[in-house]
């Protein structure tokens, strides 16, 4: 499918680079490890090693190489954040099912929070990119809303990695915004993009107080509560550098 068809994937572009300068990586990662195997496969719940990525590129370039018009992305798009507002909604309803547990962490259909927290990630890009083009009032009410779902069902995740990388995104739409309020005719995508990213600040400063509500203390004082993760990171980083 992707190398049968008219239209290829231009390697020249910044995005088809970044393809093959990450699995590269990611191989070679995998190949110097310290458990080749599983570097490969990943663990069985998981199930994301360089095996998985492989598959993700190849995913990348039949989808480049069939869905080649705009049209096609943006209809293919709307269907897929109609979809997260579903498994959002999942998310939501199983927070409230176990508010009395701090540790619980929503993970909605996709049976692992991780997943769910850059499932939620990226259709909140999804949804801001779709915010960006002509659509109607009533489209653009859809798609905000299902913004707020997605950005709520991440918070509801507890994942630290797909904060982080929220966090990033935000600083990225940042710069970008500020640099394209240069431009005459970009001031309206410059506008939808710092509206977004208002939404993003808006929604983490709710979180942030709503810690002090007693339904929702525990449950999101686990956040700042556990360090385990940042230990393990210092013990792997101590053993990389101990490996001759």
């Keep these: 499918l992707a190398f049968g068809r008219g239209y290829h994937v231009s390697w020249r572009h910044p995005v088809g680079l970044l393809l093959v300068v990450y699995v590269a990586a990611m191989s070679c990662s995998s190949i110097v490890g310290v458990d080749v195997f599983k570097s490969f496969w990943s663990s069985p719940e998981r199930m994301t090693g360089l095996f998985f990525y492989i598959h993700v590129a190849l995913l990348f370039l039949v989808a480049a190489s ?16 109609a979809a997260s507002v579903v498994v959002g909604l999942g998310a939501i309803a199983e927070k409230l099912a176990h508010l009395g547990d701090a540790s619980f ?14 499932y939620a990630l990226l259709h909140v890009l999804f949804s801001l990119y779709l915010l960006l083009g002509k659509r109607k009032k009533g489209s ?12 709520l069902a991440l918070c509801l995740t507890q994942s630290r990695t797909a904060l982080a990388t ?4 935000t600083i990225c739409l940042l710069v970008a ?21 208002c939404v993003l600040i808006a929604l983490a400063f709710i ?6 509500v007693p339904p929702y203390r525990g449950s999101l004082t686990f956040y700042f509560q556990d360090s385990g993760r940042a230990h393990l990171w210092n013990e792997g980083y101590a053993l990389f550098a101990q490996r001759p």
């Design 66 to 81: 069939l869905l080649y018009e705009e049209r096609s992305w943006v209809r293919l798009f709307s269907w897929s954040v």
């Design 177 to 197: 915004g500020s640099r394209m309020f240069v431009a005459a005719r970009s001031r309206r995508i410059a506008g939808w993009s710092v509206g977004g990213i």
């Design 166 to 169: 929220a966090v990033l995104v």
């Design 140 to 151: 653009r009410a859809f798609l905000v809303a299902a913004m707020g779902i997605n950005i």
């Design 105 to 118: 962490r929503a993970q909605s259909t996709l049976g692992n929070p991780l997943f769910l927290a850059h």
């Design 207 to 212: 979180v942030e107080q709503a810690q002090h």
